[in-house]
């Protein structure tokens, strides 16, 4: 009815008469002599509770007691009457009563939802209700009853109906993760088909699958099952496993993740890569728990994945993973399709140099790997050394990424603001990119950061992000020139970027400020497509890397047969187009000579691939009737002159029998 004016202070809580204020406050002590951090009046009642930080819920029935409202002693606290419900271990972190004042409800940091009877004393748990609590409202709704509305920690709401019993809507987009490291990487991973992010979720063990397209969290994935709050009696909360590393394949079928805990006096290191393979559920698409590797890298942590995408014809995906060990590993799928496993393909070190960053070439060809002060290039297929570059201006080298949708420049950053383009082919340097420093008008202090370099998909260009305190100058790049194309300012400091797939054209970004905010940049944010899963139709058709001659072709010069197949350039549907495969058997792939001599595998046992990759497999009976058919039709030679067709080649394949093949 209005009659008291409560407040509280540190461990006290202070009672005035509306009626006369000029009296003064009546000073209540709590009994626990605990700090105090909630407060709630009954709606219809004379008594309030409170809660604190050690998890004490305390109902004050002081308001009721006439001869404790007395002001002849003020400014002396005294102890009221109270009664004591505990259940929380840690702070309460919201408390409301519900209209009727039958039920108090309480929440805190352990995420669960505690209703107290009032009369019984009995309680109800409502457990795992995704974050922690803050704040908590309850509704009568005339179609749907009683409503209680939890405010959560990771910025979203949850409605609990409390008729039914269970949650009847969550609302929020991204939600906000947890505090972390100033010097940790957060988490970004984009899925290029559908057209979501994997972020970090409040929980360090849970990431959230988040869609561009409806704007919402569509999989809370929890990575690493751990406890949320510790026992009341430790001073310290349990160090939780972490999520540090999240890349999804081209495809978004398989999802790739690093989590694990650092040494420490209780525990020691733990370290796990997982695989999620996408299926279909009931509740949609989910990503499922596929193959969980141990100790990936020892007991070290692992610094960068990244999938490569499948070569042409093939469609078992690959992953390689960095660690501190000093080791680059490379991961594998086998088994077929829809029971794949993941098992460890091949391991890579250089000098025992500690591998920092790395990036596949586009066509997955080429492995790139930042290891110290030098960048390593390695075969994809045979995963031998092709060479080191040694001659970088960086005494470490940060990060590595192929530009251009040939994969002939890589660009390198290091420790100092420039990024340099390096030409493959040839093995140099081309030009050192610069970014232009802030304007003088803003009065922004240097940066400590390095740069950020993001290559753009389906582009030749790549953009670099110069972080400044309170803001990041993007810049867009080309390979084939040392000033910017085009420079924006951002109103904040970005710690990690990430493209999205939109047009050529036009550019798109995902950003995570040091905030922890989320945010999309670029040219045109209306360029995603309608549907989660259509592919955009606007985007350039491929760009096919132009294979690199061979030791092979170099000293025996080009294949004839290899002539054969760019005889007719004109464009041929699925349905149409031949792979080499099918027109020379089962070939081997010439670039495997390309290793040094004391890599390659004994000769014997790559004759046989070699003649069936180089010789026409015979025909049978049947198609060479067919052939036979087809060229025995009559052709008009004028016409035939005056389209300008091209005479046959010379050189024709011949079947070569078993006495010739022995002779060799």
């Known amino acids: 009815d209005g009659k008291f004016l409560i407040a509280t202070a540190a461990t006290t809580a202070h009672i005035a008469l509306t009626s006369s204020p000029e009296k003064g406050w009546i000073k209540f002590v709590s009994p626990d002599g605990i700090h105090l951090t909630r407060l709630v009046c009954h709606p219809s009642n004379n008594y309030f509770a409170t809660g604190d930080k050690s998890g004490h819920i305390r109902v004050w029935d002081c308001l009721q007691d006439e001869s ?47 209703l107290w009877n009032m009369d019984s004393g009995r309680r109800g748990n409502v457990p795992r209700v995704g974050a922690p609590i ?92 751990s406890n949320r709050v510790s026992h009341k009696d430790k001073p310290m909360f349990i160090t939780p496993t972490t999520v540090t590393q999240a890349a999804f394949d081209h495809s978004g079928k398989w999802l790739a993740t690093v989590d694990g805990r650092e040494a420490s006096l209780d525990s020691s290191a733990a370290w796990y890569l997982k695989l999620w393979e996408l299926r279909t559920t009931a509740k949609g698409d989910r990503y499922v728990l596929n193959t969980r590797i141990d100790l990936p890298h020892n007991y070290e942590q692992v610094v960068a994945v990244e999938f490569c995408k499948p070569a042409a014809g093939s469609g078992l995906p690959k992953l390689a993973t960095a660690g501190e060990d000093g080791t680059v590993k490379i991961w594998g799928a086998r088994g077929p399709m829809g029971q794949e496993t993941w ?21 997955g060809s080429v492995l790139a790997v930042a290891h110290g002060p030098y960048v390593t290039l390695w075969d994809g297929q045979t ?4 060479y080191a570059t040694s001659s970088l201006p960086f005494r470490k080298v940060y990060s590595v990424h192929f530009g251009g949708t040939s994969g002939r420049y890589l ?5 100092s603001k420039d990024a340099i383009v390096w030409d493959v082919l040839k093995n140099k340097a081309l030009r050192r990119v610069s970014t232009p420093p802030p304007p003088t008008s803003l009065n922004t202090p240097k940066t400590s950061r390095n740069p950020l370099v993001v290559p753009i998909p389906k582009s030749d260009n790549f953009v670099v992000a110069l972080r400044h305190p309170n803001q990041t100058l993007i810049s867009i790049h080309s390979p084939r020139q040392s000033d910017p194309l085009r420079t924006r300012f951002l109103p904040f400091q970005v710690l990690r970027l990430a493209p ?26 209306t360029l995603l497509p309608q549907q989660e899963g259509d592919l955009e139709r606007s985007l350039s058709g491929k760009h096919p890397l132009s294979a690199r001659p061979s030791l092979f072709e170099n000293v025996f010069g080009r294949s004839a047969f290899k002539d ?6 004109a464009p041929q549907s699925s349905a149409e187009a031949v792979s080499a495969d099918d027109r020379f058997g089962a070939a081997v792939d010439l670039r495997l000579l390309d290793g040094p001599a004391y890599l ?10 070699l003649m069936e990759g180089v010789l026409v497999k015979p025909m049978t009976n049947t198609e060479q009737e067919e052939q036979n058919e087809d060229t025995g039709m009559d052709v008009d030679l004028e016409e035939a002159a005056e389209d300008n067709v091209a005479p046959a080649p010379l050189l024709r394949p011949r079947e070569v029998d078993e006495s010739e093949m022995s002779m060799l």
Request: no cysteine; glycine share 6%.
């Open 411 to 415: 660009v390198v950053s290091g420790d």
């Open 343 to 363: 098992v460890n393909r091949a391991t890579l070190t250089y000098r025992e140099e500690t591998p920092l960053h790395l990036s596949f070439s586009p066509d």
């Open 564 to 569: 054969l197949e760019n005889v007719d350039n």
């Open 500 to 525: 999205l797939p939109s047009s050529p054209d036009r550019l798109v970004m995902a950003a995570i400020a040091v905030d922890g905010s989320v945010s999309l940049v670029g040219d045109d944010l």
């Open 68 to 114: 404790q409202l007395t002001f002849e002693k003020l400014g002396v606290a005294k102890t009221p009457t109270t009664r004591l419900m505990h259940w929380h271990a840690h702070e309460v972190g919201a408390l409301a009563f519900t209209p009727n004042g039958a039920f108090l409800i309480s929440g805190g940091v352990e995420a669960v939802m505690v």
């Open 134 to 225: 803050q704040g908590i409202s309850t509704v009568d709704r005339p179609d749907a009853g009683q409503e209680i509305l939890l405010g959560l920690a990771d910025g979203s709401f949850a409605m609990y109906n409390v008729a039914k019993a269970r949650f009847r809507v969550q609302t929020g987009s991204v939600k906000l993760a947890s505090s972390r490291s100033s010097d940790a990487e957060p988490l970004l991973a984009v899925d290029p088909q559908r057209r979501r992010l994997a972020l970090a979720s409040f929980h360090p063990a849970s990431i959230q699958i988040h869609s561009l397209l409806t704007s919402d969290s569509v999989q809370e994935l929890e990575v690493a099952p």
């Open 383 to 386: 995963h031998a050394l092709l």
């Open 600 to 609: 390659l595998p004994p000769i014997e046992t790559l004759f046989t691939s």
